[in-house]
């Protein structure tokens, strides 16, 4: 005789599929389920066993075949469960054709303590995986896709059980489990997902789907809107969506008084409050209205507008851009113009923070914006002897990377206002040294590098002089760059011109610096010029008459003790001429060498301190 089968439907699907799949029914069922009348287990048939592995049979998974094995359930079986005032509902997995779920069945009343780790004193821990708000898992399938889906609880939010039917009849709003990365909607549209609320739109029939990686999980429910005529539903909704936050959405029993509040996003301000028909309610943000039927209440939001204003300091400093009104969010441009005998200083905010250095500057407009733009008089410096001077740099690694270069400055009077250079140009050889900027440099010096054939130029505008005592010598600057092995091996460092914020009386004082690479030093193994040509010998007068006079010119581009030797064919070598060479004076010699040899062809070579270079010629008669 067949008895039915009854599976358990108040625990994940998947779980007691899983128990299925694993294979382990009295271990695990044992610590969950209470069983009741279970002096009969149920008697396979060939029909039944097939019917069982079709409903089970989940397609390209290689434990389809341990699922299809039948397994003996009670006839009968609960969980132990501890009823509370959130209720849930779940779909028992009826089928795995084609790797999807079937359509389910929503079963039961299922409580909080199904979820997480609530029933881990039950089940324990040994092969069981707890996670969040979903029922537990099997180990080893916490990540298989299914699992999750069929893992993922439906919570439906209420009071009191008379909310929903046993089974899937559905009157209030629900929550669904976004866990996982999984995915809600509905067909038919009689319930919106928002997120993951369950709206209820109308009264009908509808199917929740839940997706996963191409897998899905199908809840079918019918939607019956309470018919409580004493509590109503009050939703609020922001306009346009984005702009701002609105609370006090919820049933609330007839009379009741519902604190609905707006909260403006930045760039924009709360303008009213509306009901469906677009009548205005209300212009406070937060306030308390009384509940009397179902309601929907929009918070109006508009972008706000703020306004600039700008001021110099002192009035006569300078002048600035005319403020406005602007829309928030809006990129603005401000400009201060000094007039003459003042200088710019900064911008500076209603709290006197600097904002910025920059005369011309853009701003975001998110507020209202009050700025100053500060201005300073220049200091007279007529009667004041400067001097400008570059640093000397002796024996400088070539491989040097951001070395620094200081310029210095020193007065015949103290300067303890504020003096400011409008112009300062400097020069240096490019293949020496290749500048990159200035080190820890103001960052109202304006940085111009020009680097024409062999010279690179920087051009340094508005330098402010720091503070001097007389005649003592003050770093106004440190120029940063790549010391180069280049052609050269030293070079100056040239104060080309220079320019003050006023005329002097007295032309400034411009010293020149060098720099001079490591190589350079004594007993130093590099060329010291660059020469256009490669070290030869070269026979002038080739062949060679009457008279036998050998004309050699000698082209050299290293110091030290040159030979020249003459080898006939048979190798016989003859040392004819002995020099030492100092290109720093002469680079090209040119001998008369006497032959008094048989006539036929010879070689002559010349001996450099490192290398050996040869040329042929013919004496004849």
């Not at 609960?78 to 779909?91: A, C, F, Q, S, Y």
């Not at 005529?229 to 909704?237: I, K, P, Q, R």
């Not at 400093?317 to 200088?343: F, K, L, M, P, S």
């Not at 256009?532 to 070269?538: A, D, F, G, K």
Request: aromatic share 8%; hydrophobic share 40%; charged share 25%.
């Amino acid at each position: 005789m067949t008895k039915k089968l009854c599976l358990i439907t108040t625990i994940s699907v998947f779980t007691v599929t899983s128990i299925c799949l694993y294979a382990k029914p009295s271990a695990e069922i044992n610590k969950a389920i209470e069983y009741i009348d279970n002096e009969t287990e149920i008697e396979m048939t060939a029909e039944y066993i097939q019917n069982f592995r079709d409903s089970l049979r989940l397609k390209g998974f290689s434990y389809s075949r341990i699922a299809a094995t039948p397994i003996p359930f009670p006839r009968k079986m609960r969980l132990k469960t501890t009823p509370m005032d959130i209720h849930k509902k779940e779909v028992y997995m009826m089928g795995g054709i084609n790797g999807q779920d079937a359509a389910g069945q929503a079963e039961g009343h299922l409580t909080s303590d199904l979820i997480g780790d609530k029933l881990k004193t039950i089940l324990g821990d040994e092969n069981w995986t707890y996670r969040g708000n979903l029922y537990p898992t099997l180990k080893g399938f916490e990540f298989d896709t299914i699992a999750i889906v069929a893992a993922s609880p439906v919570y439906l939010d209420v009071v009191n059980s008379t909310d929903y039917d046993k089974h899937n009849n559905v009157r209030k709003n629900f929550t669904v489990s976004l866990a996982n990365n999984v995915s809600w909607t509905s067909v038919v549209g009689n319930v919106e997902i928002v997120g993951n609320e369950g709206r209820i739109i109308n009264d009908g029939e509808d199917t929740l789907v839940a997706f996963i990686k191409g897998y899905k999980k199908v809840i079918p429910i019918k939607i019956k809107k309470t018919t409580d005529a004493d509590e109503f539903h009050l939703s609020v909704v922001s306009n346009p969506e984005g702009t701002g936050t609105s609370q006090g959405s919820g049933y609330y029993k007839k009379g009741d008084k519902a604190i609905i509040e707006a909260v403006a996003h930045e760039c924009y301000k709360f303008v009213n409050w509306t009901n469906a028909n677009g009548t205005p309610l209300s212009t406070k943000a937060t306030d308390t209205i009384t509940v009397t039927k179902d309601s929907v209440l929009t918070a109006n939001f508009v972008i706000d507008s703020f306004d600039l204003v700008l001021q110099p300091n002192p009035a006569n400093g300078g002048t600035v851009t005319a403020g406005n009104r602007y829309a928030c969010g809006d990129t603005v441009n401000i400009v201060a113009v000094e007039n003459a005998g003042y200088r710019f200083l900064n911008w500076t905010n209603d709290k006197g923070n600097i904002i910025s250095t920059n005369a011309i500057e853009k701003i975001t407009i998110k507020s209202n914006t009050f700025l100053t733009a500060n201005f300073v008089a220049n200091t007279p410096v007529n009667g004041i002897k400067f001097t400008i001077k570059a640093s000397e740099h002796k024996l400088v690694d070539p491989n040097s990377l951001n070395y620094k270069i200081p310029i210095y400055i020193q007065a015949d009077k103290d300067i303890s206002d504020l003096v400011i250079i409008n112009k300062l140009v400097i020069e240096i050889d490019k293949y020496i040294f290749y500048p990159r900027g200035l080190y820890r440099a103001d960052n109202n010096i304006g940085v111009t590098i020009n680097r024409n054939s062999d010279v690179s130029e920087m051009i340094l505008e508005n330098i402010t002089i720091p503070k001097l005592v007389a005649n003592t010598e003050a770093v106004l600057l440190t120029v940063r760059g790549d010391v180069l092995l280049g052609d050269k091996d030293s070079n100056d460092i040239v104060i080309k011109s220079i320019k003050f914020s006023e005329e002097l009386i007295e032309e400034p004082n411009l010293i020149n610096g060098h720099i001079t690479l490591d190589i350079c030093r004594e007993g130093g193994d590099r060329l010291l010029r660059f020469f256009e040509y490669p070290p030869s010998i070269t026979v002038k007068n080739n062949p060679i008459a009457d008279p036998p006079i050998l004309n050699l010119e000698c082209k050299v581009v290293e110091n030290g003790i040159y030979t020249l030797e003459i080898v006939d064919m048979a190798g016989y070598v003859v040392a004819v001429k002995k020099f030492e060479a100092d290109v720093m004076l002469k680079t090209i010699y040119n001998f008369e060498i006497p032959v008094q040899y048989a006539i036929g062809s010879y070689i002559v070579i010349m001996n450099t301190p490192t290398e050996r270079f040869s040329a042929k010629f013919i004496l004849k008669k």
